[in-house]
T-cell receptor
Framework: GQNIDQPTEMTATEGAIVQINCTYQ??????LFWYQQHAGEAPTFLSY??LDGLEEKGRFSSFLSRSKGYSYLLLKELQMKDSASYLC??????????WGAGTKLIIKP | GAVVSQHPSRVICKSGTSVKIECRSL??????MFWYRQFPKKSLMLMAT?????????EQGVEKDKFLINHASLTLSTLTVTSAHPEDSSFYIC?????????????FGDGTRLSIL
């Protein structure tokens, strides 16, 4: 079966750095997406990785290792507004998105 | 770019009512649109995938007669919850992508919070 694993919840301090991991087992791979979802709101697109390596976009970076079935989302200089759920999703060989359950990130002052 | 508009944002209605939710891609043509349902503190659950001009593909366990999907144009898809009951109360979210394949992200509407009394 297809499976996406990410931690349920993480806590970090304002101004610090946090890394949210995602491991996956899917039938085929056509890219990995990270989305941010604030409580009561729809998800917003953060990043897309299809090749191995690090993609940097401002305070957020996303890393992919296809051989290990592993990705992480790195958030730097954390702000209170970064408190949200972070969803990892993998596009399989049928171009279907397989969603992880999300990681709830709590930022403390 | 890539703005998706979903309307209405909130619906409260009596049991037995049918509710229509619209999803529009405002600045791009969406080959494929997706309808999700999300319960509180749970992950997104894909209900169906719709391609313009063809019948929607429903996920296992989703009743196609209960959740009617129409994707009549490249910019509009609608979800109609027929004869809604309290158990249909949920957060419904649509998304649209430029293509059905090849690494295009899904862009989400703001969601519709449906409450059936």
């Amino acid at each position: 079966g297809q499976n996406i694993d990410q931690p349920t919840e993480m806590t970090a301090t304002e101004g610090a750095i946090v890394q949210i991991n995602c491991t996956y087992q899917t039938s085929g791979f056509n890219g990995l997406f990270w989305y941010q979802q604030h409580a009561g709101e729809a998800p917003t697109f953060l990043s897309y990785n299809v090749l191995d390596g690090l993609e940097e976009k401002g305070r957020f970076s996303s890393f992919l290792s296809r051989s290990k079935g592993y990705s992480y989302l790195l958030l730097k200089e954390l702000q209170m507004k970064d408190s949200a759920s972070y969803l990892c999703a993998v596009m399989d060989s049928n171009y279907q998105l397989i969603w992880g359950a999300g990681t709830k990130l709590i930022i403390k002052p | 770019g890539a703005v998706v508009s979903q309307h209405p944002s909130r619906v409260i209605c009596k049991s037995g009512t049918s509710v229509k939710i619209e999803c529009r891609s405002l600045d791009f043509q969406a080959t494929t649109m997706f309808w999700y349902r999300q319960f509180p503190k749970k992950s997104l659950m894909l209900m169906a995938t719709s391609n313009e001009g063809s019948k929607a593909t429903y996920e296992q366990g989703v009743e196609k007669d209960k959740f009617l999907i129409n994707h009549a144009s490249l910019t509009l898809s609608t979800l109609t919850v027929t004869s809604a009951h309290p158990e249909d109360s949920s957060f419904y979210i649509c998304s649209a992508s430029l293509q059905g394949r090849g690494g295009q992200p899904q862009h989400f509407g703001d969601g519709t919070r449906l409450s059936i009394l």
